[in-house]
């Protein structure tokens, strides 16, 4: 049986994703794991893709784009706090703060984050 798993979100990023935002690790259970991300004022992320996971995002704080290709389909959508889009294995994205606060993101991956070599980089619009 998986134990009960509670955590509160960090003062401080635990790490930094391939694509250069700050992550705050959150719960994780055998299936998935949750993370916040942070995108600083003005700042604009490596493109990036992952390898074998999928994610879906939900926008909490801040305002930008977020641009998503796969193959032929491609978009460039404007987000803002309350919007939530999924990543799905394998699509080229990446994201940019054009607001005066920081772009926070909650993101559950799933199956859950499995290391360092999950995400490449790819060409991106910025």
């Known amino acids: 049986m998986q134990r009960f798993a509670t955590k509160r979100l960090a003062q401080n ?4 994703a391939p694509d250069g935002s700050e992550v705050r690790i959150l719960c994780r259970t055998g299936r998935g794991s949750m993370a ?3 995108l600083p004022s003005g700042e604009i992320s490596k493109a990036v893709a992952h390898r074998t996971i999928e994610e879906i995002w939900f926008i909490a704080s801040g305002s930008g784009r977020f641009w998503r290709k796969q193959d032929t389909t ?3 959508l404007e987000v803002s706090a309350g919007m939530s889009l999924t990543i799905p294995t394998g699509t080229h994205f990446q994201f940019r703060n054009d607001g005066q606060e920081p772009l926070t993101a909650v993101g559950v991956t799933m199956p859950p984050w499995p290391g360092e070599d999950e995400a490449y980089f790819v ?3 910025w």
């Open 36 to 38: 916040h991300f942070t």
């Open 13 to 16: 990023a635990d790490v930094l």
């Open 74 to 76: 491609e978009e460039t």
């Open 123 to 125: 060409d991106g619009p």
